[in-house]
């Protein structure tokens, strides 16, 4: 089945530093990908979304482009901020799905230092 | 203001009482979801609703109950509740459905201890 692989946290980095969160995948169809964010004590909201090979989401400083050919779509960001600080999730929805549902992987936190 | 709104935020009840937790949304989306969270699992789906009268289970659906009479509410009710169904719940809605969107509009969360 269709499933979301990202990197385990927590992260922690200084202020200004830059950031790269993995995310790689497996879908039977042709997938849109998707980066979430959780501040703390809020819902999820979509952050970037790529729908197809070679697109690059971005948004807030932050970038991912979707690569088919590694299945992967990671995030990244130059330089972070303390209110970068939250909960990442990776997330497809995959076309070819009987389902109409989006897989999550499991979340990385960053935590970032003044 | 669009929004996804859930109702309680918080709770806290004992084994075995029945409780529903609301959830409404403004933007007249076909599709909606709840989901769970726990630690070191990420987000997984309980049930979700492709329309008015229509739902079906998601990863987890064990212990939950869910009831879509109106497009806009899409209650989950668990009849019995038991202390491992202590989580943080998100419902969410989408604009499309069947299409491959995946732009959820999450609710703030409910949190619920089940002692």
């Known amino acids: 089945g269709d499933s979301v692989t990202q990197m385990e946290g927590p992260v922690t980095l200084s202020e200004e530093a830059c950031l790269t969160i993995?995310?790689?995948?497996?879908?039977?169809?042709?997938?849109?990908l998707f980066w979430y964010v959780q501040y703390p004590g809020e819902g999820l909201q979509l952050l970037l979304k790529?729908?197809?090979?070679?697109d690059k989401g971005s948004n807030k400083g932050f970038e991912a482009t979707y690569r088919k050919e590694t299945t992967s779509f990671h995030l990244e960001k130059g330089s972070v901020q303390v209110s970068d600080s939250a909960v990442y999730f990776c997330a497809l929805s995959d076309r070819g799905s009987s389902a109409s549902k989006i897989i999550f992987g499991s979340g990385t936190r960053l935590s970032i230092r003044p | 203001e669009a929004q996804v709104t859930q109702n309680p935020r918080y709770l806290i009840t004992v084994t075995g009482k029945k409780l529903t937790v609301t959830c409404s949304q403004n933007m007249n989306h076909e599709y909606m979801s709840w989901y769970r969270q726990d630690p070191g699992l990420g987000l997984r789906q309980i049930y979700y609703s492709m329309n008015v009268e229509v739902t079906d289970k998601g990863d987890v659906p064990e212990g939950y109950k869910v009831s879509r009479k109106e497009k806009r509410n899409f209650p989950l009710i668990l009849e019995s509740p038991s202390p491992n169904q202590t989580s943080l719940y998100f419902c969410?809605?989408?604009?499309?459905?069947?299409?491959?969107?995946?732009?959820?509009?999450f609710g703030e969360g409910s949190r619920l201890t089940v002692l």
């Open positions: 969410a809605s989408s604009l499309i459905t069947g299409a491959n969107t995946g732009e959820l509009f």
């Open positions: 993995n995310c790689t995948y497996t879908a039977t169809g042709y997938p849109s």
């Open positions: 790529a729908t197809k090979a070679d």
